[in-house]
């Protein structure tokens, strides 16, 4: 008997896969998936947006992103899959963030390590205050 898990959707405990999800949710995903895959297969809805399938489909909206960042429903076949960055809002179809967040986090990073740098060494320049102070009260 392999591992045990809780399924990340239903909580239920099942034999770990290489998926966080139990068998039967992924059947689900799976007939949901082909719910909102024969909506957007037909040519009138190909230029649906998130939205408009939530609409039609009753899918759950975050499920679509879902098949939309695991690439199951490609931007390239359907332009207006598109959610938005989780930093800024702009549309994206992959990932978590647009390209220019991910440019911008890289550098607030080492923006960030420069600013604890700093901080670190006021630090220490309040601590040797403190020292002198200290020392100059008592005598
Ligand atoms: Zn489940
Ligand atoms: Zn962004």
Same mark, same amino acid.
């Given at each position: 008997?392999?591992?045990? =898990? *809780?399924? %990340? ?7 770990? !896969? ?8 992924? &059947? ?8 909102? #895959?024969? +909506?957007?297969?037909?040519?009138? *809805? ?9 609409? =039609?489909?009753?899918? &759950? ?14 931007? !390239? /076949? +359907?332009? *207006?899959?598109? #959610?938005?960055?989780?930093?800024? @809002?702009?549309?994206? %179809?992959? @990932? ?16 960030? /390590?420069?600013? /604890? ?12 205050? =403190?020292?002198? #102070? +200290?020392?100059?009260?008592? *005598?």
């Amino acid at each position: 008997m392999g591992e045990l =898990a *809780n399924c %990340a959707r239903c909580d239920k405990v099942f034999v770990k !896969t290489t998926k966080s999800v139990c068998p039967e949710c992924i &059947k689900e995903d799976e007939r949901l998936f082909q719910i909102v #895959y024969n +909506f957007l297969k037909k040519r009138e *809805n190909r230029q649906a947006t998130i939205p408009e399938i939530v609409e =039609a489909t009753e899918v &759950k909206e975050d499920l679509i992103l879902q098949f939309v960042k695991d690439n199951r429903l490609r931007s !390239t /076949q +359907f332009p *207006n899959l598109s #959610y938005p960055c989780e930093r800024c @809002g702009e549309p994206i %179809a992959r @990932g978590k963030l647009c390209d220019n967040c991910t440019t911008d986090i890289s550098s607030d990073l080492r923006h960030e /390590q420069e600013l /604890q740098r700093i901080k670190r060494k006021n630090q220490e320049e309040e601590n040797k205050k =403190a020292r002198t #102070y +200290f020392t100059r009260n008592k *005598n």
